[in-house]
């Protein structure tokens, strides 16, 4: 079964709203996790590495006050796509990894975002 | 810096048949693990396989299986008796050894399966 659950799958909204995502890591507790973006037909681009209890290391390019993240707590971190537009219109990813490094990371089934 | 090159934009193979999806990378990395996904048109990421770089046989799950080359820095994931629901895009990943490393993608292989 599914070991991370990310929440909503899809979202359509109109332009000027914020939009939370969801990453919940749901038997074990991952003290850092990861959120991608993917375009049409390209890779996952990685946006930003949430670790608890600190702030987030967000990637060059990416607008840390566009793209709030939150790690609330050790299966749960949050991303806040504020004053959405329709470029920010993507497929958002989040995995998380369990403590052993040689184990993958683990992926949310994905937020497929429509900004209106 | 990691680097993950897949030469192969799309594939395509007869169902039954064994198909092979390459993967080159390029680290500093002393120690490092190498990974396969599955991307169905519906979005998720599904794990697939993994293998160390010191592991001494080559990773096998299942249908997959990783043709691991370290003299080459090649990767490759071989699928044998390609089934109808293999079709999706494949990505191969890297990450270094130790703690929360984040890991670098390839740019994905579509694979078609043919009846």
């Known amino acids: 079964g599914a070991v991370v659950s990310q929440h909503p799958s899809r979202v359509i909204c109109k332009s000027g709203t914020s939009v939370k995502i969801e990453c919940r890591s749901l038997d074990f507790q991952a003290t850092t996790m990861f959120w991608y973006r993917q375009f049409p037909k390209q890779s996952l681009m990685l946006m930003a590495t949430s670790n608890e209890g600190s702030k987030a290391t967000y990637e060059q390019g990416v607008e840390k006050d566009k793209f709030l993240i939150n790690h609330a707590s050790l299966t749960l971190s949050t991303l806040t796509v504020t004053s959405a537009h329709p470029e920010d219109s993507s497929f958002y990813i989040c995995s998380a990894r369990r403590t052993l490094s040689n184990q993958p990371q683990h992926f949310g089934d994905g937020t497929r975002l429509s900004i209106l | 810096a990691q680097k993950i090159t897949q030469t192969q934009p799309g594939m395509f193979v007869q169902e039954k048949e064994a198909v092979t999806l390459d993967c080159t990378y390029d680290t500093s990395d002393p120690s490092y693990g190498l990974f396969w996904y599955k991307q169905p048109s519906s979005g998720e990421m599904i794990f697939l396989i993994y293998q160390g770089s010191y592991d001494q046989q080559n990773a096998t799950e299942g249908r997959y299986s990783l043709n691991f080359q370290k003299a080459r820095k090649s990767a490759n994931l071989v699928i044998s008796a390609s089934q109808l629901g293999d079709s999706a895009m494949y990505f191969c990943?890297?990450?270094?050894?130790?703690?929360?490393?984040?890991?670098?993608f390839g740019t994905g292989t579509k694979l078609q399966v043919i009846p």
């Open positions: 990943a890297m990450s270094p050894s130790g703690g929360y490393q984040k890991v670098t």
